[in-house]
């Protein structure tokens, strides 16, 4: 029996690992669920399966929650930091499931690990900000640190039972978004409602605007050399439409392996909490004969600045990698708001990106100090770019 954490519980990933947890409830019990402001899904999901403990985003949402819940109510309620810290390092639980969107989700995160707890990992912004020493402590709390995201996971079974020194390098796949064939000159027009569209995958919305602009691609690269521990010169991205092929890993003798399935993130989630077991999901498996082919592409950076940027940031390291992820956060909120448009994403990036200094081997409070910063460069980048746009 794993006893569950799940931090970002009316998530994407968050409600699709309930779905698995609640199918298999002879070897799952969830012990704490959090979540930012979504009261009335948390209220349902307290419901349905009773945990010990949980969290919300302020103090206001904790007595709303509380509210909903009367008159009896067993599930201890929390806010705040010190709450989603709770959560993570509960006593009665053995695993956490990381799916928080963006930088809130790195102290939980950590905070678990430094408790001795295995981790199915969805933020993968947890690595981007401050991989070398999230990966240290996994390494000496020997705890497990196991992908969530599809590509990861599929990068995880492909290198399953090779020996690191036949590796060559790993082929991340990418659907290419829904602007995969839209000219340049049309990027102007494109609205938060089409970016929000993606073609293959129903996600949360901060994460579909980044698939928009293949920053998610980007960080993606960057979870993938901390996890696997590879350098960036081995990681290729391919352009595969389809995503039926969700990674491969290619090998000194000229083998490729690749990992294959409908596009479904119970899949890897599911994979994250039982491996190295399968559990009976039932998904449908890929009707290959309909889909006629699998096809592939080289990603076009130019078109595409916001994985050139993730490329140069992974490259110099150090607190670079949190500063590329805390102005992406901004210039996506930005563009969700309205206030600047689909283009200006990367070059807010890219601003903020040239202004700041890197600090290359950074302790937990330099990343922190770096994200702050990076918010506020970059908040005055999309002010500028606002006001530019009403003129
Ligand atoms: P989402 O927006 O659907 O859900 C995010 C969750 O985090 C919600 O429970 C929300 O209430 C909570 N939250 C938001 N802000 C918070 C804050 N400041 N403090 C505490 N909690 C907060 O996001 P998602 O699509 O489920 O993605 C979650 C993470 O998983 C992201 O890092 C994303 O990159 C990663 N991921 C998602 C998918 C997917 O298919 N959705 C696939 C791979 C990886
Ligand atoms: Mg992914």
């Avoid at 309930?18 to 199918?23: G, S, W």
């Avoid at 409908?262 to 890929?286: Q, V």
């Avoid at 206030?339 to 937990?364: A, C, L, W, Y």
């Avoid at 990343?367 to 005055?380: C, G, H, N, P, Y």
Wanted: proline share 6%; hydrophobic share 45%; net charge negative.
């Amino acid at each position: 029996m794993r006893h569950l954490t799940i931090l970002g519980a009316t998530g994407s990933i968050g409600k699709n690992t309930l779905n698995v947890v609640d199918r298999f409830p002879d070897r799952f019990s969830v012990k704490a669920l959090t979540a930012g402001k979504n009261i009335s899904l948390l209220a349902d999901q307290i419901k349905r399966f009773s945990p010990e403990l949980a969290v919300v985003y302020s103090e206001t949402d904790a007595l709303q929650l509380k509210e909903r819940l009367l008159p009896d109510n067993c599930t201890e309620i929390l806010f705040g930091e010190d709450g989603y810290r709770a959560a993570a390092v509960h006593p009665d639980v053995d695993t956490v499931v990381s799916a928080i969107v963006g930088a809130a989700g790195l102290l939980p995160t950590l905070a678990a690990i430094d408790a001795g707890k295995h981790i199915a990992l969805a933020n993968k912004e947890t690595l981007v900000m401050a991989g070398d020493i999230v990966m240290s402590r996994v390494r000496e709390k020997k705890v497990s640190i196991l992908p969530v995201d599809s590509e990861h996971s599929a990068i995880f079974q492909c290198l399953a039972g090779n020996r690191k020194k036949d590796f060559k390098k790993i082929l991340l796949t990418a659907s290419g978004g829904p602007f995969r064939n839209l000219p340049a000159d049309q990027f102007k027009s494109i609205t938060p409602e089409k970016a929000l569209a993606h073609p293959t995958w129903e996600m949360g919305a901060k994460i579909s605007i980044d698939s928009a602009t293949l920053m998610n691609k980007g960080l993606e690269v960057i979870e993938a050399k901390h996890l696997f521990d590879v350098p960036h010169q081995k990681i290729e991205v391919v352009i595969h439409p389809q995503s039926i092929i969700h990674s491969m890993v290619a090998y000194i003798d000229g083998s490729v392996i690749a990992q294959m399935g409908t596009p479904d993130m119970k899949g890897a989630i599911a994979y994250a909490l039982s491996c190295p077991e399968r559990l009976p999901l039932n998904l449908p498996l890929p009707d290959f004969a309909a889909i006629g082919a699998l096809t592939f592409e080289t990603p076009d950076m130019v078109k595409f600045p916001c994985l050139a940027h993730a490329f140069a940031a992974c490259e110099a390291g150090g607190t670079l990698p949190c500063v590329l992820n805390a102005a992406n956060e901004v210039a996506v909120d930005a563009f969700l708001n309205k206030r600047i448009g689909f283009t200006q994403i990367p070059e807010v990036i890219d601003h903020t990106m040239g202004k700041h200094n890197v600090i290359s081997v950074p302790e937990i409070d330099e990343i922190l100090l770096a994200d702050q910063w990076a918010r506020k460069s970059a908040e005055k980048w999309v002010e500028r770019f606002a006001i530019k746009e009403n003129i």
